[in-house]
């Protein structure tokens, strides 16, 4: 006698491993496509065909010849994207114009800070949209959920340049207590305890303006599905049980929740190593947005290309990573 338990776990490996494998063939499908649009994009950008160099009043026509032809520019643009992917398996992204170093040392060497920021920023966006979303359904149409609604409304209203400005003259210039850009002061300890404080000293402005200007509409979101669960039969058997309010938050709310919030989780991934190009210029944090914003002033087209084929790789695997977490909390539902 077969024990039906086993041919359950069996149609749920089946079931991860369809999945794994279609995700995989259609992320390889999506990247090809991707990049033939940001390659094809980029190479109709003015000067894209001489790497920006007739910019430069000092380059003579020699050494821009010099330059087609040191970065291939002056091959047919077919043999150039067939170059360019082939070196994308690799993992090389080529070399950049301004820097002559290799493009993947760029972002490698500004990535961390990105990932750091940003991962703090978005870890309190979902922290506080969580809490203060399920809150506020649970005490809907009271003085403490129009507050928190008028909040999320400021959040989803606020420009994050403008917020930025206003704490750097409030708490760098007229009462200093934070630093105005950067991410070391002078002196301070290159390792260690005290590296790290004076590290997050330096991003607690930056983490600020990216928190308010992001739990917005993430609140909201949360606060509409929230509302909807309450309208659910269980949710008011559960009250009719005498089930104090935690229990339902915990057994009957964020369950239901879940699902939803890995979906978003996914959405937000690329965030992390895309960086916020205006924030980071404003703060002068030498990270992914900065760099991808001098790229585009210096016409820094590989550096350029390789950002975007990471941010494009990141977005494809936090989806594919969102549908392996909704799978295993629900095991037996079928995904095409």
């Given at each position: 006698m077969v024990d039906r338990s086993w041919r359950g776990i069996g149609r749920v490996s089946r079931d991860v491993v369809r999945l794994i494998v279609g995700k995989s063939a259609y992320l390889l499908l999506l990247l090809i496509f991707i990049s033939l649009l940001s390659?094809?994009?980029?190479?109709?950008?003015?000067?894209?065909?001489?790497?920006?160099?007739?910019?430069?009043?000092?380059?003579?026509?020699?050494?821009?010849?010099?330059?087609?032809q040191v970065y291939g520019l002056n091959r047919p643009l077919v043999e150039q994207y067939l170059a360019w992917i082939s070196s994308l398996a690799q993992l090389d992204f080529g070399v950049s114009y301004v820097s002559?170093?290799?493009?993947?040392?760029e972002i490698f060497d500004r990535i961390g800070i990105t990932l750091l920021l940003n991962g703090i920023s978005m870890a309190l966006i979902f922290v506080i949209a969580l809490k203060l979303g399920i809150s506020s359904a649970l005490k809907h149409d009271r003085t403490y959920d129009r507050l928190v609604v008028n909040l999320s409304l400021a959040s989803f209203a606020m420009p994050g340049f403008y917020l930025a400005l206003l704490l750097l003259l409030l708490f760098s210039l007229?009462?200093?207590?934070?630093?105005?850009?950067?991410?070391?002061?002078?002196?301070?300890?290159?390792?260690?305890?005290?590296?790290?404080?004076?590290?997050?000293?330096?991003l607690a402005l930056p983490v600020i303006v990216l928190t308010f200007?992001?739990?917005?509409?993430?609140?909201?979101?949360?606060?509409?599905?929230?509302?909807?669960?309450?309208?659910?039969?269980?949710?008011?058997?559960?009250?009719?049980?005498?089930?104090?309010?935690?229990?339902?938050?915990r057994y009957y709310i964020l369950?239901?929740?879940?699902?939803?919030?890995?979906?978003?989780?996914?959405?937000?991934?690329?965030?992390?190593?895309?960086?916020?190009?205006i924030l980071e210029a404003i703060f002068s944090i030498e990270g992914m947005g900065q760099l991808f914003y001098q790229s585009t002033l210096s016409r820094d087209y590989p550096v350029i290309?390789?950002?975007?084929?990471?941010?494009?790789?990141?977005?494809?695997?936090?989806?594919?990573?969102?549908?392996?977490?909704?799978l295993k909390l629900n095991p037996y539902a079928r995904k095409s």
């Amino acid at each position: 006698m077969v024990d039906r338990s086993w041919r359950g776990i069996g149609r749920v490996s089946r079931d991860v491993v369809r999945l794994i494998v279609g995700k995989s063939a259609y992320l390889l499908l999506l990247l090809i496509f991707i990049s033939l649009l940001s390659f094809a994009a980029i190479k109709l950008a003015p000067n894209a065909m001489s790497g920006g160099g007739e910019l430069n009043p000092a380059m003579t026509p020699e050494a821009l010849a010099h330059m087609r032809q040191v970065y291939g520019l002056n091959r047919p643009l077919v043999e150039q994207y067939l170059a360019w992917i082939s070196s994308l398996a690799q993992l090389d992204f080529g070399v950049s114009y301004v820097s002559g170093r290799p493009v993947s040392e760029e972002i490698f060497d500004r990535i961390g800070i990105t990932l750091l920021l940003n991962g703090i920023s978005m870890a309190l966006i979902f922290v506080i949209a969580l809490k203060l979303g399920i809150s506020s359904a649970l005490k809907h149409d009271r003085t403490y959920d129009r507050l928190v609604v008028n909040l999320s409304l400021a959040s989803f209203a606020m420009p994050g340049f403008y917020l930025a400005l206003l704490l750097l003259l409030l708490f760098s210039l007229w009462l200093p207590l934070f630093p105005s850009g950067g991410i070391a002061s002078f002196g301070a300890p290159e390792e260690g305890v005290g590296r790290w404080v004076d590290l997050l000293w330096h991003l607690a402005l930056p983490v600020i303006v990216l928190t308010f200007t992001g739990f917005g509409s993430l609140l909201l979101y949360v606060r509409a599905l929230t509302l909807e669960i309450l309208k659910s039969d269980y949710i008011f058997f559960a009250r009719a049980r005498g089930l104090s309010e935690a229990m339902i938050k915990r057994y009957y709310i964020l369950p239901n929740l879940m699902p939803s919030l890995i979906t978003m989780m996914g959405l937000s991934f690329p965030g992390l190593f895309g960086g916020s190009v205006i924030l980071e210029a404003i703060f002068s944090i030498e990270g992914m947005g900065q760099l991808f914003y001098q790229s585009t002033l210096s016409r820094d087209y590989p550096v350029i290309l390789g950002i975007v084929m990471i941010g494009a790789l990141m977005t494809l695997v936090g989806n594919m990573a969102a549908d392996l977490l909704l799978l295993k909390l629900n095991p037996y539902a079928r995904k095409s």
